[in-house]
């Protein structure tokens, strides 16, 4: 049986060299061998860690920040609640237990989606939340939402949606590709295609011979979506992830697995393939929606909304093991050593609703 390698060799000796979006996208979401279709990627015997996996204070406070924009927004009767790219369900399993606690009235009128392409991990999210039937819906799209105010969360959402790299060959920028090498070995090369001048980062110009660029125009058209919705029926939408609040050249293309970075090109669809998240391009895309963003670092937002005091409450009694275990995974959220500094968080709003540790949107 031909390994998803070979398929991809066989396709590119037929076809020609793909795009790394093409690439992404077939090692990712390969209905037979991609990485999401077919394998367990989260905890500690996946191949990474996320926020909500480390600590339930993170789904918590992220519970409370939507919970506060639906009631900046005038509470809604019957909002429409959404995760979109839901993992394995942690993240809304914590915020479930936190608005029920907070105002229970709020879970009962809800009608909450879970927006999820893999029939595998929608299974897995099921379990996870454990909910009666018709308490929750799976939809592959969030074009099968229905009408209604809209509040959103994605964590580690964009990071995973393909992108395009353009390196610097002379004073043009050419479209990276992957190819074939003299050995038939998939290997990075410079392809026909260019880049559109108006959508380089500033610098470009003057970067060196080599250099590489990032444009994800699916990362752009899906927060489009989201952000056309919002502005016609209203809500909010938070999103999680790693990447730069400015755009500069570079290459952030990376694989994981076990925990550890590996060849991107080495084991297609074994490993986990993201890039850093350009939060300019997000927030202008929801701009040009009519709505207002703002972002912070993901350490400023926790303990914006109240961690350490929620650490606090949480260590209460615990003997002096289980309070370090809680110190420890304030640290790994917040510290700018680790999550807090690199990983941000984007807000977008209608202009008329600012929600907190969010000072103003614009």
């Given at each position: ?30 209905p037979e061998e991609g990485y999401y279709t077919t394998r367990e990627p989260f905890g500690a015997d996946g191949d990474f860690t996320t926020a909500p996996e480390i600590s339930q204070m993170f789904g918590e406070l992220c519970a409370v920040w939507l919970y506060t924009a639906w009631k900046a927004s005038g509470a809604p009767k019957t909002p429409v ?282």
């Amino acid at each position: 049986m031909k390994t998803l390698k070979d398929r991809i060799r066989a396709q590119i000796e037929t076809a020609g060299p793909m795009s790394i979006a093409d690439y992404m996208a077939l090692c990712l979401f390969d209905p037979e061998e991609g990485y999401y279709t077919t394998r367990e990627p989260f905890g500690a015997d996946g191949d990474f860690t996320t926020a909500p996996e480390i600590s339930q204070m993170f789904g918590e406070l992220c519970a409370v920040w939507l919970y506060t924009a639906w009631k900046a927004s005038g509470a809604p009767k019957t909002p429409v609640v959404a995760e979109i790219g839901p993992g394995r369900g942690t993240l809304m399993k914590d915020m479930l237990r936190t608005w029920a606690k907070i105002d229970p009235a709020f879970g009962k009128q809800m009608r909450l989606f879970m927006i999820e392409a893999s029939p595998r991990l929608s299974d897995v999210q099921r379990k996870t939340l454990g909910l009666p039937d018709g308490e929750a819906s799976w939809i592959a799209d969030m074009g099968s939402l229905p009408e209604g105010p809209l509040f959103i969360i994605g964590n580690e959402l964009f990071d995973a949606i393909p992108i395009r790299q353009y390196a610097k060959v002379g004073n043009a920028w050419r479209e990276r590709v992957v190819g074939l090498d003299t050995k038939e070995r998939l290997a990075f090369m410079a392809g026909a295609g260019s880049a559109d001048p108006a959508l380089l980062p500033p610098g470009a110009n003057n970067a060196p011979e080599g250099a590489i660029v990032e444009l994800a125009p699916a990362r752009n058209a899906l927060m489009t979506r989201i952000a056309e919705r919002i502005g016609r029926h209203g809500g909010a939408g938070l999103f999680i992830d790693y990447g730069y609040a400015t755009p500069a050249p570079g290459d952030t293309l990376q694989a994981m697995r076990g925990h550890a970075y590996q060849d991107v090109l080495k084991e297609p669809g074994k490993a986990d393939l993201t890039a850093h998240v350009d939060f300019s391009a997000l927030a202008r895309a929801a701009k040009n929606e009519g709505l207002a963003s703002a972002l912070l670092n993901q350490g400023d937002f926790l303990i914006g909304l109240g961690l350490l005091e929620r650490a606090g409450r949480l260590g209460a009694g615990k003997n002096a093991t289980e309070q370090q275990a809680i110190r420890n995974d304030v640290e790994r959220l917040a510290g700018p050593d680790q999550m807090g500094t690199l990983f941000k968080v984007l807000a977008i709003t209608p202009s008329t609703v600012t929600v907190p540790p969010f000072v103003s949107l614009d």
